[in-house]
């Protein structure tokens, strides 16, 4: 199709059915301003103190789950028993009991005589028990949902597994893959199952999107990893340096990355900072792959600390992140992803840069009609078509016109009427156009295109 033809038909077919169908475009208020604090999901956190609850509590039937917590030596380091968990639901509220026969080393490459559990107050042989609670996020992003936890939720090794080789660490006796390979690393098959099936529902999940993450080292583009595609992550090197972020942009100590653990966390084994004026913060994981195998991460005072610390402590924290959905009353889904038929009066698209359309039908419609919406590039000579429940992209690699239009079509698939409106488009710009395709009228058979 050439480029004047394309860009008439359009126009002519907005002269010609303007008056049954119209869009609008407006732009969105942002619901939230970097630094807010959200509530989304749940964790064990708080320590359950009330005598009478804690009678009640250890009056249930518990099933008993070990975590399968690593120790050993510097050789070997295999998975145990010697501490478990069991979640209960008492009074519509959610709990967890923990308990352990042995301390938890804070290395997977020693054994339980060397522990933080105990300087935390938690003892062999004892039931404790954590409520789940809301779990608070801090707004890093809001235009790309972008979130942070607000406390250090739980204290984990980055890698279960530790091997030395001359200078470096590796994963694995092979020596195949470096100790602060994120993409390999058992923190994050921890994050994007234990915590993730843990603490959101079916539905919340839905509002968290998959999205690419670039590993690379501070250090040394030697040690960078490749890149991996998650629900949940370690936050950067990058992140916690970005003033955009809410951070400061220099590796020294500052409160701004400053964060301390709950009780669940100290349960775990959390260590705390040794400083007294800062002892209630403690250090935090990074996904920021350091020299000779071991990962950096943010020292309890705040300052990026890339101290050569293996991988294997189960004493530093985690402050898991995530790209969700912060955008109320639209169902933006991941690129490619089917979502489900909904049947309003209207159709709306959503620019990933606040921009929405909405079409809606002026006059009346036959029963069973539907809104298709197309895209035209006008600099890629191409014609996008958003149906049948399908989030879409739109990659535009020139400066220009983006032309897009709402067809309404009857329930046999004849074409009725549409409305054009133009979008301009930057070189480069990626931007997602998250088409929600909704059946008007009650009607929820959809006409394929």
């Known amino acids: 199709m050439k480029k004047t033809n394309k860009i008439l038909s359009v126009f002519m077919a907005l002269i010609m059915t303007l008056s049954i169908v119209s869009i609008t475009a407006v732009a969105e208020e942002p619901l939230y301003s970097v630094g ?13 103190k009330d005598e009478t609850l804690l009678a009640e509590l250890n009056s249930q039937t518990l099933e008993w789950i ?11 380091q295999v998975p145990g028993d010697f501490m478990k968990y069991a ?5 519509n509220n959610k709990y967890r009991a923990v308990t352990f026969t042995d301390y938890r080393p804070f290395a997977t490459v020693y054994t339980s005589e060397y522990t933080c559990q105990e300087e935390n107050g938690y003892y062999t042989d004892t039931v404790y028990w954590f409520e789940y609670e809301p779990i608070q996020w801090c707004i890093l ?18 890698h279960n597994t530790l091997f030395a080789e001359y200078e470096d660490y590796y994963q694995n006796s092979s020596c195949e893959k470096l100790a ?22 079916s539905e919340e999940k839905a509002e968290i999107y998959n999205s690419v993450q670039e590993n ?12 991996t595609y998650d629900k949940i992550f370690l936050p950067s090197f990058d992140d916690v340096m970005n003033e955009e972020y809410g951070f400061v942009s220099h590796k020294l100590e500052d409160a701004s990355r400053r964060a301390f653990g709950t009780d669940y966390a100290k349960c775990q084994g959390l260590a705390r900072a040794d400083d007294s004026m800062i002892d209630k913060y403690s250090h935090w994981w ?19 600390n890339p101290e050569l610390f293996a991988p294997c402590w189960t004493c530093f924290g985690v402050r898991p992140a ?11 889904k991941e690129i490619g992803e089917r979502f489900s038929i909904m049947t309003p009066s209207r159709n709306e698209i959503r620019y990933k840069d606040g921009i929405i359309l909405h079409a809606e039908v002026e006059g009346n419609a036959p029963v069973g009609s539907h809104i298709v919406w197309v895209v035209y590039d006008d600099e890629m000579f191409t014609t996008h078509i958003l149906d049948d429940g399908y989030a879409f992209e739109l990659i535009s690699e020139n400066k220009g016109e983006t032309f897009v239009e709402a067809r309404l079509y009857d329930e046999d698939g004849n074409y009725l009427a549409s409305d054009t409106i133009m979008m301009h488009s930057d070189a480069g710009l990626f931007q997602k156009l998250i088409g929600i395709f909704r059946v008007l009228f009650n009607k929820t058979t959809i006409y394929k295109y």
């Open 36 to 48: 807010d604090i959200i509530e989304f999901g749940s964790y064990p956190q708080s320590e359950v």
């Open 66 to 76: 070990s975590y399968d917590y690593y120790s050993g030596t510097i050789d070997e």
């Open 87 to 91: 979640d209960v639901t008492y009074n």
């Open 141 to 158: 992003d809001p235009d790309e949902g972008i979130v942070l936890s607000e406390t250090i939720i739980d204290s984990q090794a980055y």
């Open 180 to 201: 602060g390979d994120y993409a390999a690393s058992s923190i994050r098959e921890w994050l994007n199952d234990d915590f993730y099936n843990t603490a959101f529902t």
């Open 216 to 227: 690379t080292s501070p250090f040394d583009s030697a040690y960078d990893g490749e890149t």
């Open 286 to 304: 990074l996904r920021a792959p350091e020299e000779y195998g071991c990962s950096g991460f943010i020292a309890g005072d705040g300052e990026y």
């Open 322 to 332: 995530m790209k969700m959905n912060l955008n109320q009353g639209f169902d933006v």
